[in-house]
Structure formats: C-alpha cells, structure tokens
C-alpha cells in the first residue's frame, strides 16, 4: 500500500509560485513513477505532470508546459511539483498519484493510490 500525502498549496496571485510537495511511503518509492493531476470546480480530474521512476523523464499538459517542473528526490520518498507564473486557470486542488505497476503514463486510469489533494488558488 501507498499513502501519498501532499502540501505546499496555498493562495498566491497570478504570476506568483507555489512547490507542491508529496511524500509516499510505504514501499520502495524509487522504483516507481509519480504522477500530478489536478481537479477544478465543475470539472473533471486532468493530468498534470509525471516522471519516470529514475526521474530521467517527465511529462506535462500542454496547458502547463514550460511553466511546471516535476521532480523527485528518491532518497526523501518525495516528488514536487515547482509552479511558476501560475495563472488563475491553474486553480484546483492537486493530486498526487502512484501506480500499483512499473512503468509511467499520463492516463489517469494508469494510478492507482491517490493523496487527499492540496488547494491551490491564484487570483486576479
């Protein structure tokens, strides 16, 4: 079993930054992808970020490219998710995700241990 745990979110103003943090004990952290989604009001959980078990390679939505940095630091059992010139679009709470099964993947359907999501908010 794996209990992600994010924090770091918060309320910023647009054009400010956040780190997202989510640590995920519970096995060996290192051999496995990590994913970020996230889910606005009224809409649908979407992917965010992931990155390889090696952190070697990294995926991103289109709608953050450029702007997000996923990362991880295995020997913390720790990925982050650095968040710059955010926009009030980018509001929602985020996810942290872990699958049961090698391998990375920016489908959703892909994870299968969620964390409890931490709020982000930009404002105008």
């Known amino acids: 079993q794996v209990h992600p745990v994010e924090s770091g979110g918060g309320l910023v103003q647009a054009g400010g930054s956040l780190r997202l943090s989510c640590a995920a004990p519970?096995?060996?952290?290192?051999?496995?992808?990590m994913g970020w989604f996230r889910q606005a009001p009224g809409k649908e959980r979407e992917f965010v970020a992931a990155?390889?078990?090696?952190?070697?390679?990294?995926y991103y939505a289109d709608s953050v490219k450029g702007r997000f940095t996923i990362s991880r630091d295995n020997a913390k059992n720790t990925v982050y998710l650095q968040m710059n010139s955010l926009k009030p679009e980018d509001t929602a709470v985020y996810y942290c995700?872990?699958?049961?099964?090698?391998?990375?993947?920016?489908?959703?359907?892909?994870?299968?241990?969620w964390g409890q999501g931490t709020q982000v908010t930009v404002s105008s």
């Open positions: 995700a872990a699958p049961k099964r090698r391998g990375v993947s920016t489908d959703i359907s892909w994870y299968d241990y």
């Open positions: 990155i390889s078990w090696s952190g070697g390679n990294t």
């Open positions: 519970g096995r060996t952290f290192s051999i496995y992808a």
